[in-house]
């Protein structure tokens, strides 16, 4: 059976005259009355939305491209405009403007300084599990391939006026919480239980929710959550993504029902392969963490693709996901397209104007 996918993607909220990101995220909302699920995010630069369950990418598709246009819509009604990017490329963004909610508020005493860069907008993707125990063994699955994902993902070169010399600026501004980036390895379940326990008595944790790792449990939901990319500016990238994730999450179930639990891969070269991940993107070098080599970025997408391709072949994916993929490196991810269109000369002003643009293209 093929497993259900939910998605949620994040977007700023930006004033079309001054490309700046604004504060306005209650009025966008406020003006997206025929949209059914989109909400509020931690600043008021955002908003988040929601898909319906799906088994199909092509009604996934749909569900994004049709939400976009209709958050776009409302924006417009209120002299604004949505763009999809990991980061804001201009504006006055910290402190950032929290949305009026106590659990931001308790967020902003705990974590402090932190919240200076929490301006920041990803992809999430669910896909079912049977249960917690089997999302964690699944996570442990998945870590050597998040680097990848990074860079296939990777949107938010730019940060408020500069050029910050990533592909993702997000991934190594959000690295910096406490418990973010690639989750641990955990042998057992009740391992991870332990760590969540000491996590949070160390005031880590707020909640479950306050768990950030670019895989977890969800707290609410019976999936995992796979929350590694930046928001790609392409929904046909986005699509691509989430075929591969679900089509990790595939394979990582049936070498779990075998008895295996994953490659104990250290932290510390998984957090050296986010690095370069997150820098070079898909115009450089990846770490195959797996055999501590450096391959051209392309390479390992192409490995990532060889290691899911039957779970692909089951879903009925592996046709769309080879095409998006094709395209993904024959192109460039978001950050490729927002440095090609800077190097026009035109300045910064120009890049917001073509993420305008490509979200809803």
């Known amino acids: 059976m093929v497993p259900l996918i939910g998605i949620e993607e994040e977007y700023l909220i930006v ?45 996934l598709g749909a569900q ?8 776009a819509a409302a924006a417009r009604t209120c002299g604004l405009a949505v763009v999809a990017s990991g980061i804001p490329v201009l504006g006055d963004v910290v402190p950032p403007p929290l949305s009026d909610d106590v ?16 301006s920041i907008c990803a992809l999430h993707v669910h896909v079912d599990v049977p249960d917690e125990e089997h999302a964690v063994y699944v996570g442990n699955h998945l870590r ?27 991934v190594i501004s959000w ?29 880590a944790l707020m909640d479950p929710k306050t768990v950030f790792w670019d895989t977890r449990p969800s707290p609410k939901l019976p999936t995992i959550e796979v929350r590694v990319a930046d928001v790609p500016l392409d929904v046909s990238d986005s699509l691509t993504i989430i075929g591969l994730i679900r089509a990790l999450v595939v394979t990582a179930l ?77 192109r460039g991810s978001g950050a490729t397209r927002q440095r090609r269109v800077h190097a026009r000369g035109n300045g910064l002003t120009e890049v917001v104007d073509d993420l305008i643009e490509a979200t809803v293209a």
């Open 175 to 203: 690295g910096r919480w406490p418990v973010s980036g690639a989750p641990p390895y955990f042998p057992s379940f009740g391992d991870y239980e332990l760590a969540l326990r000491a996590l949070s008595e160390s005031g």
């Open 64 to 71: 994004l491209r049709a939400v976009r246009k209709e958050v």
């Open 254 to 330: 049936a070498e779990v029902a075998r008895g295996d639990r994953g490659l104990p891969i250290p932290s510390e070269v998984l957090r050296a392969a986010y690095w370069r991940a997150a820098r070079d993107g898909l115009n450089g070098y990846g770490l195959d963490v797996r055999h501590g080599t450096l391959v051209p970025a392309p390479m390992m997408a192409s490995r990532l693709l060889e290691h899911v391709r039957p779970a692909l072949a089951e879903a009925g994916d592996l046709p769309f996901v080879e095409e998006g993929l094709d395209r993904l490196l024959a």
């Open 103 to 118: 659990r931001y508020r308790q967020g902003q005493v705990l974590y402090r300084a932190l919240q200076d860069e929490i």
């Open 15 to 59: 004033d079309p005259r001054t490309r700046h990101v604004v504060p306005r995220a209650a009025e966008v909302l406020a003006a997206a009355t025929d949209v059914l699920d989109v909400v509020h995010e931690i600043t008021r630069f955002q908003v988040e939305a929601r898909s319906a369950p799906s088994s199909d990418l092509t009604d």
């Open 144 to 170: 050597p391939w998040l680097p990848t994902l990074i860079a296939m993902a990777a949107n938010s070169p730019f940060f408020v006026g500069r050029d910050t010399g990533y592909a993702s600026w997000r």
